[in-house]
């Protein structure tokens, strides 16, 4: 192998491939990179088993070849380097990194122990453009599970919507709250769709290269696939059953609050620091023209913030986590939110209201009667 | 056959385990499983695509050989991504759990009455053109009639089939926002809005709402401001097409003091009238109420109620009355039943609300209403302010607060000294003719 390229043109994408690298994996290959120069491009691709990702950087190859480089130096080495252009080359067993100051000699492994990332691409279910992603996906995923141990909870349900608009319908969720964005129509089916783990969708926010991103699905490889211009993003389908997330979206509400945003934020926000101290409680009181938003701590003191509202309905109360609401808040864009709710012990919603699509549940806390 | 895959696995992979490291052995085998042996074919799950393909490049031949050991055969291997669930029973979470526990709340709109519906509702030949138009607007609302003016007299039924239009429609959408309001209740929020300055918070309640139903709009006659306000908040909804429902005792050209352009409005879609309900509808709603209250009523006394009866309203009240007295007592039906009839004949209804005793008070005496709340105590007001005390007292028998809350706020030490003085003054001749001539008027609105 022999190639030269452009520093300027590795350092983001590197820096994406290098999320697919295992921290402590026991075998020592995966913690490699894999590099392959092939007709004018420099391929470079990392695992950790459960995710692969794989990026190409223009390059100017002499001669096409493998090999596998210890990922952590190589990403250290190369973020030291601002710019210029390097050359890479093989010989025998070692990898030669050089600009026009430096030399560096790696160690490599065979490049035929690498394991390869994906068998087959799969079928092309969808084309969905870099702004959808940041704006869709990012208001969703958060909510999923981080535990493992709850594998259909760990993933996000994402089914296509055919016919009318093309678009997908994302759904996740962690027992304690529910995201979802997509227009519910009744041609959807409660089953169908793919849950995929909520890691891969996250590290698909870095997938940064302002193209339309491609989206392939592989029955047979029970694998998920996005591709962006050379770069690929792979990794397992999860197969276990999503929850019947339809039966649990309340169709009924007693109490709705129409609010900014923005203001309950900083009230939740500010609360907080309250509730914090306190199991992170945080009370909101629907009241006739506002929402008090009310934390207290024995160690503290209590705060309260009225939040201009227009209510339609009975007066409430509800309580919740302190996490669940700033997570919910920081994640999604928009100027006035709905809430509604039936009951201090019922789940409650939230909506946008320019954004029929969106849906936030959330499970309240069961306050002590005061 | 399962449960054998399972074991001869198990032993396969404890005979791996001693030849590969065991960093190879921890990453790469550990979920993997045995699904099928079947024609010397072995299917394995493993994970992941990437952990396949390591597989298959480096242990291949180390499987085999455990394979063909145990199997006693050449077996080949083919891989298979899957992920084995080891904890698929653990539960969802609360979100789930509790949902599937309590049943939904069932919610209701905001002063709308939930039993309401179509279904309650008894037709016959009287009311059945709105009937039919109400539920078109209910299934379609914004596309079949706009607005939709239903006129009747009192008890007929209007109420009850406004409600059923936003219940019909909360049932089917209830994503939609509905706003049932009466124009007394309309009234008060544009007067509030214009109090507080904050009108721009009221237009927007009304001017986003996708159904608008109003009750009773002969009563914003004479009230320009209000009605300006309903005028543009019409043109907005019907813009959007946005259903308006609207409900009053007369048809909209009768109404007096209202606005050209607003009644004009109002007979823009469709006008239907009820009429009071016949002999068979007054049954029909008599067996429908005593259904609701599980009393089960012979349809001869049914009839017989019907026949003597007029007002849906009292209808209820004298099968309320029925039930009750045969709880009581043990008299046969037909004898207590001619005991009501009877009474009903006598009794008539004299029901006044104290906003129209003062103001047939005030028009007696030519002064405003708004004069007899104010603070000012000229002589002349401060008398009849007292005869105003003293009627709601011996007329309505309101307690001495709710008089003083009534007339603008004032103690009831007040209102006791009024009405004692008035008390005091019916002992002159003069004094006393007027005053009857007073209570009259304010009952009647009349003169003789």
Redesign the interface.
């Known amino acids: 192998m022999k190639a030269s390229f452009l520093c300027e043109n590795v350092d983001k994408k590197l820096s994406f491939v290098n999320h697919a690298v295992s921290q402590r994996?026991?075998?020592?290959i995966?913690l490699n990179f894999h590099i392959q120069a092939k007709k004018g491009n420099l391929i470079i691709k990392a695992?950790d088993?459960?995710i692969?990702i794989q990026v190409s950087i223009p390059a100017n190859v002499e001669q096409e070849g493998e090999a596998t480089v210890p990922a952590r130096a190589f990403y250290d080495l190369l973020s030291n380097v601002q710019k210029g252009i390097i050359f890479l080359a093989t010989k025998d067993n070692n990898l030669i990194f050089g600009t026009d100051k430096i030399k560096t000699v790696f160690q490599t492994t065979p490049a035929?122990?690498f394991?390869?990332?994906?068998?087959e691409k799969g079928g092309k279910i969808a084309t969905i453009p870099e702004e959808t992603i940041e704006k869709e996906f990012s208001s969703v995923v958060f909510a999923a599970?981080p535990d493992p141990?709850?594998?259909?909870?760990s993933g996000v349900l994402i089914k296509k919507i055919s016919g009318g608009k093309e678009g997908f319908l994302m759904v996740a969720?962690?027992?304690?709250?529910?995201s979802l964005r997509g227009t519910q129509n009744k041609n959807t089916e409660s089953d169908g769709g793919f849950v995929v783990p909520a890691r891969i969708i996250k590290e698909l926010s870095f997938m940064k290269d302002n193209k339309d991103v491609g989206v392939y699905v592989s029955k047979k490889?029970?694998?998920i696939l996005f591709e962006q211009e050379g770069s690929i993003l792979?990794?397992?389908l999860?197969?276990?059953k999503f929850?019947?997330y339809q039966?649990?979206i309340?169709?009924?509400?007693?109490t709705r609050a129409e609010f900014d945003k923005t203001e309950f934020q900083s009230a939740v926000k500010t609360c907080a620091v309250f509730a914090r101290e306190a199991a992170n409680i945080i009370k909101l009181s629907i009241l006739k023209n506002k929402i008090k938003v009310w934390a207290s701590a024995p160690s503290l003191g209590e705060t309260e913030i009225d939040v201009d509202a227009?209510v339609?309905?009975?007066e409430n109360e509800i309580a919740f986590n302190a996490r669940y609401l700033l997570e919910f808040l920081s994640n999604i864009e928009g100027e006035v939110m709905v809430f509604e709710m039936?009951?201090p012990?019922?789940?409650g919603v939230f909506k946008l209201k320019d954004d029929?699509s969106f849906l936030h549940?959330i499970?309240p806390i069961r306050l002590q009667a005061q | 056959m399962m449960q054998d895959n399972n074991q001869l696995w198990k032993i396969i992979l404890n005979e791996i385990e001693t030849e590969v490291s065991k960093a190879n052995f921890l990453t790469l085998f550990k979920n993997t499983s045995l699904l099928s042996f079947e024609d010397n074919v072995a299917t394995i799950s493993a994970p992941s695509t990437m952990v396949i393909d390591l597989l298959q490049k480096r242990f291949y031949q180390v499987i085999k050989k455990s394979l063909d050991k145990h199997l006693k055969g050449n077996a080949n291997i083919i891989f298979v991504p899957k992920a084995i669930n080891k904890n698929e029973d653990i539960g969802m979470g609360p979100l789930f759990v509790e949902v599937s526990k309590t049943p939904l709340l069932i919610g209701h709109l905001p002063k709308v009455r939930k039993d309401y519906t179509f279904d309650t509702l008894a037709v016959s030949s009287s009311n059945q053109l709105a009937y039919v138009s109400a539920q078109s607007v209910a299934k379609k609302p914004g596309s079949s009639y706009n607005p939709l003016f239903i006129y009747g007299p009192v008890g007929v039924g209007k109420t009850h089939l406004m409600h059923a239009i936003a219940n019909h429609i909360y049932k089917e959408t209830p994503g939609r926002k509905i706003v049932y309001i009466t124009s007394e209740e309309f009234t008060n929020e544009v007067v509030e809005a214009i109090r507080t300055n904050d009108t721009a918070r009221m237009k927007r309640k009304f001017r986003n709402t996708d159904i608008l139903i109003i009750d009773d709009v002969q009563f914003l006659a004479g009230k320009e401001k209000i009605q300006e306000e309903l005028f543009h908040t019409f043109n907005t909804l019907v813009d959007k097409e946005s259903q308006i429902v609207l409900s009053s005792d007369r048809p909209p050209s009768d109404i007096k003091k209202m606005e050209k352009r607003l009644s004009s409005r109002f007979s823009g879609g469709l006008t239907v009238d009820i009429e009071p309900p016949d002999f068979e509808l007054r049954t029909a709603i008599l067996l429908i109420k005593a259904k609701k209250y599980n009393f089960d009523l012979p349809i001869e006394v049914a009839k017989t109620i019907a026949e003597k009866i007029l007002d849906t309203r009292s209808l209820e009240g004298n099968l309320l009355r029925l039930m009750t007295e045969m709880e009581a007592q043990v008299s046969p039906i037909d004898v207590l039943l001619d005991k009501i009839l009877k009474g009903e004949t006598q009794i008539e209804p004299s029901y006044h609300h104290p906003d129209e005793i003062i103001k047939n008070l005030c028009n007696f005496y030519r002064i405003k209403p708004t004069q007899i709340k104010s603070q000012k105590r000229s002589a002349s007001l401060v008398r009849v302010r007292q005869i105003a005390m003293y009627l709601l007292r011996k007329e309505l028998g309101l307690s001495l607060v709710e008089i003083g809350n009534i007339l603008g706020g004032r103690d009831h030490t007040t209102i006791m000294y009024g009405v004692d003085k008035i008390e005091n003054l019916l002992v002159g001749e003069g004094f006393s003719d007027e005053i009857k001539k007073v209570v009259h008027f304010s009952k009647t609105g009349r003169t003789n």
């Open positions: 994996s026991q075998l020592p995966l695992t088993l459960e692969g035929g122990e394991p390869k990332i994906y068998e599970s141990g709850r594998p259909a909870l969720t962690d027992g304690f709250r529910l490889g029970n694998q792979v990794g397992r999860i197969e276990a929850p019947n039966k649990i309340p169709q009924d509400f007693s227009e339609l309905g009975e039936a009951g012990l019922n789940p029929p549940i499970m």
